[in-house]
């Protein structure tokens, strides 16, 4: 009888000893900062994750958005070539080149 009870006082100390263990180990995990491969590796991870929630257009919409922003960017083309013009004829006039 006496051999069971130290088997299990035993067995609690040394369970007990384990648990102190495995907080001190957590404790210094804490402390430890993460190197510099960790940290890339960390947010290379969290970039990945966030490139799963995005909703990516199909290509028909790119081929229209694409389009549009094309035709945006002539129709300013031609504006600014109205306006430069004739300010371009009214400089050569006043200099005389």
């Known amino acids: 009888m006496e051999d069971n ?7 609690s100390a040394n369970s ?7 907080t001190e180990k957590k ?7 993460p190197g510099f ?6 947010k290379i991870k969290e970039m ?4 799963k929630l995005v909703s990516w257009p199909t290509f028909p ?11 945006v960017v002539l ?4 504006c600014i070539a109205l306006f430069d013009w004739p300010l ?5 006039k006043i200099t005389g080149n």
């Open 5 to 11: 009870k130290k088997l299990t006082a035993d067995l």
């Open 16 to 22: 007990k000893a384990k648990e102190i263990k495995a």
């Open 27 to 33: 404790k210094n995990n804490k402390n430890k900062k």
């Open 37 to 42: 491969f960790a940290k890339i590796g960390k």
């Open 48 to 51: 990945w994750s966030e490139l």
């Open 61 to 71: 919409k790119v081929l229209k958005q694409t389009g549009i922003v094309i035709v």
């Open 75 to 78: 129709v300013f083309l031609v």
């Open 88 to 92: 371009t004829v009214l400089l050569t």
